[in-house]
């Protein structure tokens, strides 16, 4: 609001112009990850970014496996690797997109969600269509004329090795009325 304080700013920041104080301009990248500083978390320059994919495709969700970290997009898989400030992104695979941002959790060192393609894992080798059996009730749902994005959940149960996914039945359920459990050391949906 004055020149004392737009000096404490670097660069200054000039004073207020009458009595509209001064805004800086707002940049929006949806496909942008920033990172800090080595060992500083709290610390992130405005030139520590990485841009994944195409400008105009939102980053719906990021997850961690043990080397790499997975930036799932509308636009597909993208996997980012490196240490220290030295990081490459790959499309790692394009034809499967996440279409509900929230059922997209890690289980065993894997990363479960649902899919264009209906549930799948995606690991360090690739990703496996795990749904086959229920084709019929996902693919009706993400056929289906409602959004059902933000209804929808998954779940981890690392000790049973269990994935569990909550969706919602009918297009006017605002709330998940359905749940399917998928367990990893036997292959099966319950």
């Given at each position: 609001s004055d020149a004392t304080v737009g000096a404490l700013f670097n660069p200054p920041l000039p004073p207020a112009v009458g009595a509209l104080p001064v805004r800086g301009a707002v940049e929006t990248k949806p496909n942008r990850i920033f990172y800090s500083k080595l060992q500083q978390p709290e610390a992130v320059p405005l030139l520590n970014f990485i841009d994944v994919g195409p400008e105009d495709k939102e980053i719906s969700r990021i997850l961690a496996l043990r080397e790499s970290l997975f930036i799932l997009k509308e636009d597909g898989i993208y996997r980012l690797t490196g240490i220290n400030g030295v990081y490459t992104v790959d499309l790692f695979d394009e034809s499967t997109k996440i279409v509900a941002p929230d059922t997209a959790v890690v289980v065993n060192n894997q990363i479960y969600c649902l899919s264009n393609q209906g549930v799948v894992v995606i690991s360090d080798t690739g990703v496996e269509i795990i749904s086959?059996?229920?084709?019929?009730?996902?693919?009706?749902?993400?056929?289906?004329?409602?959004?059902?994005?933000f209804t929808s959940f998954g779940v981890s149960y690392e000790t049973d090795r269990?994935?569990?996914?909550?969706?919602?039945?009918?297009?006017?359920?605002?709330?998940?009325?359905?749940?399917?459990?998928?367990g990893s050391n036997t292959n099966t949906w319950i």
């Open positions: 086959y059996s229920l084709d019929n009730v996902f693919q009706q749902l993400i056929s289906a004329n409602y959004d059902f994005r269990a994935y569990w996914l909550f969706v919602p039945t009918n297009p006017n359920d605002d709330v998940a009325t359905q749940a399917f459990r998928y």
